[in-house]
């Protein structure tokens, strides 16, 4: 009902050519993104080939490729990235929820947003990463202690960022509100929280990559499974092509996670 | 104007704390206002005018003095007043609908008789195509209309319009401005507009109630009246008397310009 203005029957020439330069703009970036990555992993191959570089130290694509053949064959793949998948969803999803749950306690108190805010600006800073061995003596060896991790890292910057969602509502929204005798609770449902969403999903977004921060350090830490468990096992023992092929099921896992937020933002959002 | 008094202001006074001292905002605001009648309140920056409104929609108590609706004495918002605030404020997540439904749910009240008032007003307001659209799908005028919707769906006996207009360009505010007067009166409402533009106020209503600086306090209130054909805010701007008004309200508002 908007558009009616923007006919698309009777596009004349100069938006034809318009549209065409477009396109071929966006084939053009798309072309030489694929180009890039065809030609590094070319010139890779062929380097190690020729010996350019060291191989063992380098490894090479077609060695990559046979290790994840390997992988797939022996069963393995999908058992580690089975492991770190959950370790990331499980640290991600309690880190979100946990931190908003904060956000929300602190939004309702000034007064308990006053007293924790010099701890939140410490443990904001903190890097979460040290508190590894403590969690490893209180949880355990184990998944326990990784998902903490991932959760630690990402639980502090959801607070901070939410909480600044929150503050940043419209106080005329909250007037308006008010007027209508609305509760506590009625304005943090009716306007603080769908105000939020699209705050809470660039958290989201962000909480995403640091995950996976925390879950591979702690595999790094601790684990006998994982992709973490992988790459510093394939470091220890020199098998490169290990430690190459993990970090790129990892780029692939975690690009596909993010495109699930992604996904979740269109589903939420519609009304932008 | 020998109609029942709706609204009762009685000497009420606001004082303000901060740690540099005690802000005396409004002083000894008595007013009376009868049903149906549209008054408007305007006064210079920082009078007040905002802290009256806010007074009357039971948002804050005053430090002295008290407001009575239908003898009633207001102490924290009530379903009797519905609230019109600066820019529309339509939440731009929920569709034209549920924005005018948003009242209605606070107070717990959507009922078959509330939700048929509400799309009846829709229907009457030509907005009933668009009832399922979102805000941003909405021109400024069109979201004006269904913000004084929402507002009118919980049968309020006041509305109290804060600066509603302030937030739209200036063609659109005077069409707009002749809209919602219209629909003021044809639902029976009565109103209080708060605003800063004396045009505005002398077109809409009734009588303008002139704020002093601050501490804000009545400094004068004129009784409206203007020999037009059509009596609607558009062609009441017409009127020979208009002037005048503007020029004595002009002058009591005292407005310097720093040079």
Request: hydrophobic content about 50%; overall charge neutral.
């Given at each position: 009902m908007l558009?009616?203005?923007?006919?698309t029957?009777?596009a004349?020439?100069?938006h034809l050519?318009?549209?065409?330069?477009r396109?071929?703009?966006?084939?053009?970036?798309?072309?030489?993104?694929i180009?890039?990555l065809v030609?590094f992993?070319?010139?890779?191959?062929?380097?190690?080939?020729?010996?350019?570089i060291?191989?063992?130290i380098?490894s090479?694509?077609?060695r990559?490729v046979?290790?994840?053949?390997?992988?797939?064959?022996?069963?393995?793949?999908?058992?580690?990235?089975?492991v770190?998948?959950?370790e990331t969803v499980?640290g991600?999803?309690?880190g979100t929820?946990?931190g908003?749950?904060i956000?929300?306690?602190?939004w309702?108190?000034?007064?308990?947003?006053?007293?924790f805010d010099?701890?939140?600006?410490?443990l904001?800073?903190?890097?979460?990463?040290a508190l590894?061995p403590?969690?490893?003596?209180?949880?355990?060896q184990g998944?326990?202690?990784i998902?903490a991790?991932?959760?630690l890292?990402?639980?502090?910057?959801?607070?901070?960022s939410?909480?600044?969602?929150?503050?940043?509502?419209d106080?005329?929204?909250?007037?308006?509100?008010k007027?209508?005798?609305?509760?506590?609770k009625q304005?943090?449902q009716?306007?603080?929280?769908?105000?939020?969403?699209p705050t809470?999903?660039?958290?989201?977004?962000?909480?995403?990559?640091?995950?996976w921060v925390?879950v591979?350090?702690?595999?790094?830490?601790?684990s006998?499974?994982?992709?973490?468990?992988?790459?510093?096992?394939g470091?220890?023992?020199?098998r490169?092509d290990?430690?190459?092929?993990?970090?790129?099921?990892?780029?692939?896992a975690a690009?596909l996670?993010?495109q699930?937020?992604?996904?979740l933002?269109k589903?939420?959002?519609k009304?932008? | 104007?020998?109609?029942e008094?709706?609204?009762?202001?009685?000497?009420?006074?606001?004082k303000?704390y901060?740690p540099e001292g005690e802000?005396?905002a409004?002083?000894d605001?008595?007013?009376?206002?009868?049903?149906?009648?549209f008054v408007s309140i305007?006064?210079?920056s920082?009078?007040?005018?905002?802290?009256l409104?806010?007074?009357?929609?039971?948002?804050?108590t005053?430090?002295?003095?008290?407001?009575y609706?239908?003898?009633?004495?207001v102490s924290?918002a009530?379903?009797?007043?519905g609230?019109?605030?600066?820019?529309?404020?339509?939440?731009?997540?929920?569709?034209i609908?549920?924005n005018?439904l948003?009242?209605l749910?606070?107070?717990?009240?959507?009922?078959?008789?509330t939700?048929?008032a509400?799309e009846?007003m829709l229907r009457?307001?030509?907005?009933?195509e668009f009832?399922?659209?979102?805000?941003s799908q909405?021109?400024g005028?069109?979201?004006q209309?269904?913000?004084?919707i929402?507002?009118?769906?919980i049968?309020?006996?006041i509305?109290?319009?804060?600066?509603?207009?302030?937030?739209l360009?200036?063609q659109?505010?005077?069409?707009?401005?002749d809209?919602?007067?219209?629909i003021?009166?044809s639902?029976?409402k009565?109103?209080?507009?708060?605003?800063?533009?004396i045009?505005?106020?002398?077109?809409m209503?009734?009588?303008?109630?002139v704020?002093?600086?601050?501490?804000?306090t009545i400094k004068?209130i004129?009784?409206?009246?203007?020999?037009?054909e059509?009596?609607?805010?558009?062609g009441r701007?017409?009127a020979?008397?208009?002037r005048?008004y503007f020029?004595?309200?002009?002058k009591?508002?005292d407005?310097h310009?720093?040079?």
């Open positions: 558009s009616n203005d923007l006919t029957q009777a004349s020439a100069e050519a318009y549209l065409q330069a396109k071929r703009y966006r084939w053009r970036v798309t072309a030489a993104q180009l890039l030609s992993i070319a010139l890779w191959e062929l380097a190690a080939t020729l010996r350019w060291d191989p063992f380098m090479q694509p077609s990559i046979q290790t994840l053949r390997s992988l797939y064959a022996g069963g393995d793949l999908f058992t580690h990235v089975g770190t998948l959950l499980a991600f999803t309690l929820l946990l908003t749950f956000a929300v306690a602190l309702w108190s000034d007064y308990l947003a006053e007293v010099p701890y939140l600006v410490v904001n800073s903190l890097p979460k990463v590894g403590i969690m490893i003596v209180w949880l355990g998944m326990r202690a998902i991790m991932a959760l890292v990402s639980v502090i910057v959801t607070i901070l939410v909480y600044s969602g929150f503050s940043q509502v106080k005329n929204k909250i007037k308006l509100l007027t209508f005798g609305a509760t506590k304005i943090m009716k306007v603080i929280l769908p105000a939020s969403i809470i999903i660039s958290a989201l977004k962000i909480n995403v990559g640091l995950s925390g591979i350090v702690g595999e790094f830490l601790v006998r499974a994982g992709l973490g468990y992988l790459i510093v096992y470091g220890q023992v020199f490169l290990l430690v190459m092929a993990s970090v790129i099921i990892l780029c692939v690009a996670m993010y699930a937020v992604v996904l933002e589903r939420f959002v009304w932008q | 104007m020998g109609a008094k709706l609204l009762r202001i009685e000497k009420v006074s606001m303000y901060s802000i005396s409004l002083q605001i008595s007013l009376d206002i009868a049903e149906g009648e305007v006064g210079p920082g009078c007040g005018k905002t802290t409104l806010n007074i009357l929609a039971g948002l804050i005053p430090s002295a003095g008290a407001v609706i239908q003898e009633q004495l924290g009530t379903p009797l007043v609230y019109m605030p600066q820019d529309d404020q339509l939440f731009e997540w929920r569709t609908w549920h005018v948003l009242g749910e606070v107070q717990n009240n959507v009922n078959q008789a939700k048929a509400a009846k009457t307001y030509g907005l009933i009832k399922d659209a979102y805000p909405l021109s005028g069109m979201r209309r269904a913000a004084l929402r507002t009118l769906a049968n309020p006996e509305l109290l319009l804060d600066e509603a207009f302030s937030a360009d200036y659109t505010r005077l069409v707009v401005a809209e919602v007067k219209e003021i009166s639902e029976n009565t109103a209080v507009l708060v605003t800063h533009d045009a505005e106020a002398i077109s209503s009734e009588r303008v109630v704020l002093s600086k601050r501490p804000g004068n004129h009784d409206i009246v203007l020999t037009c059509i009596n609607s805010p558009l701007r017409e020979i008397e208009f005048a020029n004595r309200i002009w009591e508002l407005v310009v720093e040079q």
